[in-house]
């Protein structure tokens, strides 16, 4: 027997759950494991949307032919080359000579450069924007998503039964517990970290390409939405998509505070729980304070994401930055983080110069209100930092 969900009459999720995966993407931390989500559509032609990882592959091949019991499989559509949902595509192909893969052409391309594949343009149907397969009951149209997350991809609208299948977009981190569906789960309490997370560090960068996907979404009636990682979404949709809109044009979610310290022997870290502890008596109930060198970059990008206003407090190291801060910094940058109030405190004993370094990285970034002021230590907090401080606390409290 195959573990295999049934999500309508025709439609199986065919997928797998890894809970020992360690980092995903060799990356990211998942300690709640990762879903790799495939579905198989039983109709006069029978169709399956995408592959899995690596980590599943086995119990997925059963899957798929447990499904199909006999039938043949006569599409594979590949929304998206990473190895995640790709890395049986080329197995898929060997096993099953009459199916046609259904990719854009530069996913064509990919699957030329991860697999050997014979004759490979005669085994795949290429298809564009708008593009429609009909499979006897169903009408599939194909939308393109380039950079979400990657150029080669692309979703699919089933017409028939309002389905979106959605690649990477509106995914989680998150190994799938039973229930299938996010209206199954209380998911702001148990789901939304892991999917603002998963947004935040495998999309992030991408905003534009997002608000592009959005725009098309917006123009369709969709009633359920198949990602490839994560839950799937058949109510309350229009509350992920405005998350998805926030996130995507770089909005705070909420009004808060992120402070990120770097700090070796502890007086950075007095100087971010000083200014936590003065926002707070100031009526900020939203401060998340974190340890670069204790919290993966991942967490804190997340935060960032999430709310209005960011201090990063890092001692002077090498005459640079502290390395876990300067990596946070960048990371930051990378996913091209905008709209946020930003204060830098810095610490050294002789020489303090990372307040002036971390605001070169962070100030070449879109629409960020840098705070003049910038308590300076050098070494532990004295009177005149802690007045600093409070002067810090008191801007972004009139800012917010
Ligand atoms: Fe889940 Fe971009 O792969």
Redesign the pocket.
Known sequence: MNYVRKIREDLYWVGGNDRRIALFENAYPVPSGMAYNSYLLLDDKNVLFDTTDRAVSENYQKNVASVLNGKPLDYLVVH?M?P??CWAVGEMMEYYPQMKVVCTAAAMKMIGQFFDVENLKDRVMIVAEGDTLNTGHHELTFVTAPMV??PEVMVTYDATTKTLFSA?AF?SFGAINGNLYADEVDYEKDWLENSRRYYAN?VGKYGVQVQALLKKAAGLDIQLVCP??GLLWRENIGWLVEKYNLWSTYTPEEKGVVIAYASIYGNTETAANMLAGMLAERGVRNVQVFDVSATHDSYILSAAFRFSHLVFASITYNNGIFTNMENLLHHIAAHNLQNRTVGFIENGTWAPTSGKQMRQIIEPLKNMTILEQMPSLKSAVKEEQYQQLEAMADAIVAGM
């Open positions: 998206h990473e995640d949902h997350h990657w990477d995914g495998i490839l990682h």
